[in-house]
């Protein structure tokens, strides 16, 4: 059973378009994160839901929106993709909020914009 | 600021040998500082971590060390395998509520 499961796994898109990325976790953890992996593989955290409500939201454009219906899951929307949103997008939960637990990652979303 | 820096950003070893990675922090309240382990094509995993009331934790062949007073730790692998190739990420608790990570480090290791 996977712990943290994100879909798709590979998404190809024109740019303008708007997509959608889904994650959840079945670890009972309160916390869920967006990351973003560039080409150069540098790991840059975008948001954080902990119980619904958003905690931390980096300098992220307004075109990332992400949404949490409930603490097990953590959607990222985003809108008039760019090149510059290619990329790896992992989801992750974690037990705290604190950033002092282990980050427990989704098998990530390729985004390949066009 | 919030800073987590890592070298070398690549590192290449015989089997067998050692592997030494180090990074420093910038916050001085950091106190949870995670490593995690990235095969190709895969997601990071955590494979050790220390919290800032330790000095060194060991887990088999990986151990880690911490210098809390000069913002200092590092991941030290020993009898280094082929399976052992990946890139390497330490990372910082960060103003008490989220994890930053350094720019990872790739490791080579050669039979």
């Known amino acids: 059973d996977t712990a943290v499961s994100q879909t798709p796994k590979y998404l190809v898109t024109q740019m303008g378009n708007d997509k959608s990325i889904k994650c959840e976790q079945n670890l009972g953890h309160d916390t869920m994160y967006w990351y973003k992996q560039d080409s150069k593989k540098f790991l840059k955290i975008m948001f954080s839901y902990n119980n619904k409500e958003l905690i931390i939201n980096e300098t992220v454009p307004n075109r990332f929106s992400p949404k949490s219906p409930d603490k097990a899951h953590l959607n990222l929307h985003i809108n008039s993709l760019e090149l510059g949103d290619s990329a790896v997008y992992f989801c992750a939960s974690s037990q705290d909020r604190g950033g002092r637990s282990p980050l427990h990652f989704g098998n990530g979303t390729r985004l390949t914009v066009t | 600021g919030e800073n987590v820096e890592q070298h070398p950003s690549t590192l290449s070893v015989q089997e067998g040998d050692s592997a030494v990675i180090k990074c420093t922090y910038s916050?001085?309240?950091?106190?949870?500082f995670p490593w995690y382990k990235q095969e190709l094509g895969k997601r990071p995993q955590l494979i050790i971590d220390?919290?800032?009331?330790?000095g060194e934790k060991k887990d088999q062949r990986i151990a880690v060390t911490l210098n809390k007073t000069a913002k200092h730790f590092s991941l030290h692998i020993t009898e280094t395998q082929p399976e052992d190739s990946a890139v390497y990420f330490c990372a910082a608790s960060v103003g008490g509520f989220k994890t930053i990570f350094g720019a990872g480090t790739r490791l080579f290791v050669k039979a």
């Open positions: 916050d001085s309240a950091s106190n949870y």
């Open positions: 220390i919290r800032s009331n330790v």
